[in-house]
């Protein structure tokens, strides 16, 4: 060859054309020959072949092992030019009990477990056909399905099975293409066969009585659906939903009021190890402290032990707790997205996929029919070439002896075909014996039955009908829920209503004080320590908020553009050093103060005033904040309507009393208050020349009270003077009352 010739086909198209036409053939090429199943007999090219590969191989159910590498190098070698380990890999899904609610092959040897370990290398492992998988080649040498030749032309391989077997949905199917993916739950076969004998006397049955005989997904590991009804419903009529599955699991009694709890099945494809070691971490991280330790004592059996911290926690929150936080509970998807036909993607409900496969039935007795009917042909011309042969038998044998043109002869004799003339003249001596006229005739009479019977099925689509149920009640009795195999492994339940689950569940309750400096940075000693000089500031930085809580506690922190914050004090920094800036925790802008922070008490009520004497009374409810952003409650007008005072009134207060700059005090019931969800609020106290100075929430009986120079407390029982409506402008403050205007310091 010559090398420095060029190539003269050189073609001129946009980069972009090009590569758009080669990316839609690689599309296609995933589509249809690697992702999706075929909507008639449910497998994948690769799992069809390997299923082909082990016929020929002759690795039948009642037959001996034979390794795992020699199938996958006939599948590689004849069918599936791709990589040894991927075809290994699909080969041994195929026969994990829990992964495959039916399996097609029968492993012997490791072939991985629910753990997530790996099966052994191909050499070591053996493997041969289920019945199952007998049942979806049936009668494919009886030209039922189509054939195509394999990808070198030497052999040829079937394009679909003939599946006597609903595949598709009894061990649903998962796949990933190029824009689209597929993805159906396994389902029971004997709930399957009811509906399909129920579409075959109801045709156009709605999807809602279907449900009836098909009501969900049956997954090899068990579980609990707890999917309402509703829902399970919608996703059948689209084609497209979930299911929610629980692991099921019970109480074991170890006497004096303690327990433990047994999971005995998990959700389907949840790694056993994986799942134990979330709930460890859990428990280390203390992240559910009600979980004391959590043990695996499974063996072919599962049995995952989960103990409680003591014998007073529910089981039920235990375990509503575990469902939120790891793979006990799960969503499995449904979208039935499978090739219609081998050659249309299309996303179908569960009706129309229940119609494919019976039409595939149909089409499958037609052509087994026509098949049987051209042998049954077949042979009674040969059988009435015999009967001629029997009834002139000297004749035949002295043509035979005498003629030259043998063939010729005997044809013209006896006016035979080329086909009788054949058989006469491939027939043994010692079979000349046993051409005994009424055997033939027997044999004769029993196929011009069997072709009546079959020329009757051929004309009639309701005695294919008939035929086709028959042969899905047997399927049902082979694998059905009777057996082993068929008995159905995951129940429904109602779903749950929803449970609070207290904080303290998922966190451990532990003393804390939280500090937060005049600069933002707060953080979180352990324990309820006194507030002291020994805590240290940053330089030119002092304390500004103290007070105890504890680590299931939620801080509130109300600031002066009218936002209220919400901090997890479980989220807080720890003691050590001095904290961190509050504005990285939450969304505070840097012009704004923070006016209050104390701990969220359910239930309780906050009075919100500004500097302009405004205020209402606002549920602490309803002031959480889920974002970073906080929540809109006080409306902050700069230099008009400024919050400066947030606090919880006390228990028992029926009293408020108010403050002015101008040395102004008013006194009001608590009742005169307004409880509003967001405003500017109403008019607390007038003022003409002033501000609001302070404002308290009090009892009645107990009197006014305000903190003197040094410490000392003094108190004002009488309060006539100063008792008014909300608004008004209020008397001289009393005497000895703090020339800063503030009841606190």
Not at 25 to 40: N, Q
Not at 48 to 64: D, F, H, S, V
Not at 179 to 190: E, Y
Not at 681 to 691: C, P, V
Request: charged share 30%.
């Amino acid at each position: 060859m010559n090398k420095s010739k060029e190539i003269d086909v050189i073609l001129d198209a946009p980069l972009g054309d090009a590569l758009g036409e080669r990316y839609l053939s690689y599309a296609l090429s995933t589509i249809m020959s690697r992702s999706l199943p075929d909507v008639r007999d449910g497998l994948k090219p690769v799992h069809r072949r390997i299923l082909w590969a082990m016929r020929q191989l002759k690795l039948n159910p009642e037959t001996g092992f034979k390794k795992c590498a020699r199938v996958v190098g006939d599948v590689i070698g004849k069918y599936h030019p791709h990589g040894d380990l991927s075809v290994y890999d699909a080969l041994v899904r195929l026969s994990q009990e829990f992964a495959v609610r039916y399996p097609l092959v029968d492993g012997q040897g490791n072939f991985g477990n629910i753990d997530g370990d790996n099966a052994a290398a191909m050499r070591y492992t053996e493997a041969r056909m289920t019945a199952v998988a007998i049942a979806l080649m049936e009668d494919i040498d009886k030209d039922t399905v189509d054939f195509r030749f394999t990808y070198d032309g030497e052999e040829d391989e079937p394009i679909v099975m003939p599946a006597n077997f609903p595949n598709l949905l009894a061990n649903g199917a998962m796949g990933i293409a190029v824009g689209m993916a597929t993805s159906i739950p396994p389902h029971n076969l004997s709930e399957l066969c009811d509906g399909l004998q129920y579409l075959i006397k109801y045709p156009d049955a709605a999807t809602e009585k279907l449900i009836k005989y098909i009501p969900g997904p049956d997954f090899p590991t068990g579980g609990t659906i707890v999917e309402p009804r509703a829902n399970i419903l919608k996703a059948y009529e689209t084609g497209r939903g979930s299911f929610r599955l629980r692991a099921r699991w019970e109480i074991e009694d170890l006497g004096r009021g303690a327990y433990q709890i047994i999971i005995t099945e998990i959700p389907y494809q949840v790694q056993k190890s994986r799942l134990i070691e979330k709930i460890a971490d859990l428990i280390y991280q203390k992240k559910l402290p009600i979980l004391s330790d959590v043990r695996d004592e499974s063996s072919d059996i599962i049995r995952v032990v989960i103990e409680p911290k003591n014998r007073t926690i529910d089981a039920n929150m235990l375990m509503e707790s575990l469902y939120k936080l790891t793979d006990l509970e799960t969503r499995f998807s449904l979208n039935m997205n499978v090739l219609e036909g081998g050659k249309l993607p299309r996303v179908m409900s569960l009706a129309e996929v229940l119609k494919a496969f019976l039409k595939h039935r149909q089409d499958v007795l037609v052509r087994r029919s026509n098949f049987r009917l051209e042998k049954i042909d077949h042979r009674l011309e040969v059988l009435k070439g015999y009967l001629v042969a029997f009834l002139n038998l000297d004749e035949v044998i002295r043509i035979i002896r005498f003629e030259d043109e043998v063939k010729k002869t005997l044809q013209s004799t006896f006016s035979l075909s080329d086909v009788q003339a054949e058989a006469i003249l491939n027939m043994r001596l010692r079979s000349l014996r046993k051409l005994e006229e009424a055997e033939i005739k027997t044999e004769f009479d029993a196929l011009e039955a069997e072709k009546a019977e079959l020329l009757l099925l051929l004309g009639s689509e309701d005695l294919r009908w008939v035929n086709i149920s028959a042969s899905l009640k047997d399927l049902k009795k082979k694998f059905g829920l009777r057996t082993a195999v068929g008995k159905r492994r995951s129940d429904f339940a109602d779903a749950p209503e929803s449970m609070v689950i207290p904080l303290e569940a998922m966190i451990e309750k532990e003393p804390i004080t939280i500090i937060c400096s005049d600069k933002g940075w707060i953080r979180a000693l352990k324990g309820h320590g006194a507030i002291d000089d020994k805590i240290k500031y940053k330089e030119g930085d002092e304390a500004k908020f103290g007070f105890s809580a504890s680590t299931t506690d939620k801080v509130l922190v109300f600031a002066s553009n009218g936002r209220f914050y919400t901090l997890g004090c479980d989220k807080l920094p720890g003691g050590r050093g001095h904290g961190e800036p509050i504005r990285l925790m939450i969304d505070l802008p840097n012009d704004v103060e923070i006016i209050s922070m104390f701990t969220y008490a359910v239930g309780s009520k906050l009075l919100l005033a500004s500097d302009k004497g405004r205020g209402f009374i606002a549920q602490a409810d309803n002031v959480i904040a889920s974002t970073r952003g906080g929540k809109a409650i006080f409306n902050a007008e700069k230099g008009l309507n400024n919050p400066v005072k947030c606090f919880e009134i006390g228990e028992g207060h029926d009293h408020i009393a108010v403050s002015g700059t101008g040395r102004k005090m008013l006194i009001f019931p608590l009742d005169q208050m307004p409880e509003m969800n967001k405003g500017r609020g109403a008019i607390l106290q007038k003022y003409l020349d002033a501000s609001m100075g302070d404002i308290i929430s009090f009892k009645g009986e107990d009197g006014v009270s305000w903190l003197m120079k040094g410490g000392k407390r003094r108190t004002e029982k009488d309060l006539i003077g100063w008792l008014g409506k909300r608004g008004s402008v209020g008397r001289m403050a009393p005497h000895g009352f703090p020339l800063n205007n503030k009841f606190t310091q």
